[in-house]
């Protein structure tokens, strides 16, 4: 039985010829005008980082207070380039397990109270 006869179609040409590179023409390079500056690429990754913790910084203002920490040391960690972001993210865990902890104090108490219901009635 052949292809068509189980319903297959024939495949389609390419619309587009396909170009195959040619061994005898030099492949095109990098501009190294940029990449020769050694402090444009550096500064504007900085500045990147920078704004990536953002987020991180307004978070160390606006949490470290509330758990307690030092403000000003949250805000200089999380300001730094690179140490920032890993910074931030401790910062985060750290929110993250004191909300757990409180949540596990809530649940607790309400185990308590269910419990002391039931002895009651």
């Known amino acids: 039985m052949s292809a068509r006869a189980k319903g297959f179609a024939k495949p389609a040409e390419p619309l587009v010829p396909i170009l195959l590179p040619n061994p005898n023409t030099r492949l095109a390079t990098i501009e190294t005008e940029t990449c020769m500056n050694p402090g444009g ?6 500045i990147a980082l920078l ?10 203002v606006w949490l470290a207070p509330k758990m307690g920490a030092r403000r000003w040391l949250w805000i200089s960690l999380t300001a730094i380039p690179f140490l920032g972001l890993f910074a931030g993210y401790a910062l985060i865990f750290r929110v993250a397990g004191a909300v757990l902890d409180k949540l596990n104090r809530v649940l607790d108490k309400l185990n308590l109270l269910l419990k002391n219901a039931k002895e009651r009635y």
């Not at 690429?41 to 900085?46: H, I, L, R």
């Not at 704004?51 to 160390?60: E, G, K, S, W």
Request: net charge neutral; glycine share 0%; aromatic share 18%.
């Open 41 to 46: 690429p550096f500064f504007a990754n900085v």
């Open 51 to 60: 704004i990536l913790q953002i987020p991180f910084i307004v978070a160390a």
